[in-house]
């Protein structure tokens, strides 16, 4: 065997990444569309493939969604190469996601050293809004990863100030922004004042040269926007981004989704909750040396930490991922606190370990009950269970390493393993308690001939999971919501599809006592309100 594969086979780094990689992508095929944005975005890329239009995006029940294209044409790309389904919507955001990680190891073992930077990737890769980020297909994934490269990239600037970390750094910043616009232009700003205040190398920022080069980075953004606005349409599309993604954000928020400021804390301490316990001493080490105003690493990292998270705290609209920058210096913090106590003579006490493991066990405890209270299958039920008890076993075996030096590796590798079981075996045999658009689709298409006419008269929520999937199996599929028009349509078609609510139920019943109805109720939705789906078919 050649000497570089017997040394890549001994990096336990090639493990770790490899491991999150299976993670990654394993059951990615097996879970259907989430109802909104997900589905949202399949139906953009795959509009893009169909209709040539790749400045636009377009799907039914979809406006709402729309951005800026890049994650779009990454969707119709894989679509293009391994065709339209599950897995090949999926696959952007979960290379983008592993290569995050695998830049938190490679670049991050630059400025913290290979030890702490791969113990942070174990931490990051088992917390679950950025696991959550490579297992559905929405943009944040994608503008993580360009965030973060911008923050390597200007952290290697300040410190080395080579031409090779501008140009990146604004390359970065440049696909964050046709990603998703101006956040990354946020971050980065603050990120920038805060370094320049703090650092002692704060000359070398001065080679970013903002005032020349942030103009050519908006260039591909301007240049699409420009574009789309040389048709009425465009213009229309334009101008409402500009209103509810700038507008409406920075004066409100939007689906309700609000909260007082430390919303967005609270949200960073249930991700991290395997590693809870050494919140408190990376938040004292992190605010130590902002005190001390001591150039390192430690105060280079809180930096990174607060320009990705304070200022959201004060914004009225309290989305998770509006703060997952700050996930990434989060997880250095972690992981110098987790190595700093491994390496002191002075460690906690017994009743903090205690404490901590009892709080993971509450909620182990409360994962177990949880499915006998939803419509499972007893089969998941059971698989369900014998999950969290090989993790309460795991979690007691490391225990029981406590005071031996194989505890911390311990310590991490368990909440790899439950991140595994959760994405790559749980959530896909749970996938029945939202997948009702894939059942009604799956069940239309058994029932009818793809030139049967599918009338849409449920007008709940707007799912474009629906139309996804329904446009998938039928030539025709439309919406139709007057009464009457749907009895018409009934009657003269020899094969149709009506998918109604209960109003329409009722109607429907009054005027054709005879039809027999196919019911499909959600107990997931990604809406806070339930449905229920009324099939009519005529055969």
């Not at 749980?426 to 939202?434: E, G, M, R, V």
């Not at 599809?497 to 027999?516: M, Q, R, T, W, Y």
Request: charged share 15%; proline share 6%; aromatic share 16%.
């Amino acid at each position: 065997m050649p000497s570089f594969v017997l040394n890549l086979l001994a990096n336990r780094a090639f493990w770790v990444l490899s491991f999150f990689g299976v993670v990654i992508l394993t059951g990615n095929h097996a879970v259907s569309l989430w109802d909104q944005d997900e589905a949202a975005y399949a139906g953009f890329g795959r509009t893009m493939l169909e209709t040539g239009n790749w400045l636009i995006p377009e799907f039914m029940w979809s406006d709402v969604h729309r951005k800026p294209p890049l994650h779009f044409w990454l969707v119709a790309v894989s679509f293009k190469i391994f065709g339209v389904h599950e897995f090949a919507l999926r696959i952007p955001s979960s290379l983008a996601i592993w290569g995050t990680l695998l830049m938190m190891y490679v670049f991050g073992g630059r400025l913290v050293g290979a030890r702490h930077a791969l113990t942070a990737v174990c931490i990051a890769g088992s917390s679950f809004l950025l696991m959550a980020l490579a297992k559905v297909a929405v943009t944040d994934a994608v503008l993580l990863f360009f965030t973060t490269l911008s923050a390597f990239s200007m952290v290697f600037v300040l410190r080395e100030g080579s031409f090779k970390w501008v140009a990146l750094f604004w390359f970065a910043v440049a696909m964050a922004m046709l990603t998703k616009g101006p956040p990354v232009i946020l971050f980065a700003g603050v990120f920038g004042v805060l370094l320049l205040v703090a650092s002692p190398q704060r000359l070398n920022l001065l080679r970013l040269h903002p005032w020349f080069f942030l103009p050519v980075t908006i260039l591909p953004l301007f240049g699409w926007g420009w574009l789309c606005y040389q048709s009425e349409e465009g213009r229309e599309f334009i101008q409402w981004m500009l209103d509810w993604y700038i507008l409406k954000r920075i004066g409100g928020s939007v689906f309700g989704q609000t909260g007082p400021p430390g919303t967005h804390f609270l949200g960073m301490v249930l991700f991290f909750l395997p590693f809870v316990l050494f919140l408190p001493r990376a938040l004292v080490r992190g605010f130590r040396s902002l005190y001390l105003r001591t150039w390192n690493n430690e105060l280079l990292i809180s930096l990174w930490f607060i320009a990705g998270w304070l200022l959201f705290e004060f914004t009225p609209s309290k989305l998770p991922a509006y703060v997952v920058a700050a996930h990434i210096p989060l997880s250095f913090m972690l992981a110098g606190a987790l190595l700093n106590h491994k390496d002191s003579a002075s460690k906690p006490g017994t009743p903090w370990w205690v404490m901590h493991y009892l709080l993971q066990f509450v909620v182990l405890v409360a994962l177990a009950v949880l499915p006998f209270y939803l419509d499972l299958s007893a089969g998941t039920k059971m698989v369900f269970l014998a999950v969290i008890l090989f993790i309460a076993v795991l979690h007691i075996y490391s225990l029981t390493h406590l005071n031996r030096p194989t505890f911390f590796a311990w310590f991490l590798k368990v909440p790899m393993v439950f991140a595994l079981l959760v994405w790559g075996l749980l959530l896909p045999i749970s996938d029945d308690l939202k997948n009702s658009s894939m059942r009604i689709a799956n069940y239309l298409s058994e029932q009818l001939p793809a030139e049967a006419p599918v009338v849409i008269a449920n007008n709940w929520s707007h799912p474009p999971s629906l139309p996804f999937y329904l446009t998938e199996s039928f030539q025709t599929v439309f919406e139709a919501y007057d009464p009457e028009t749907l009895v018409r349509h009934y009657h003269e078609n020899e094969h149709i599809a009506i998918i109604l609510n209960e109003d329409g139920k009722l109607h429907f019943e009054k005027e054709l006592p005879n039809v027999e109805f196919s019911a499909f109720y959600p107990v997931f939705t990604d809406r806070l309100d339930q449905p229920g789906y009324f099939v009519v078919v005529k055969k």
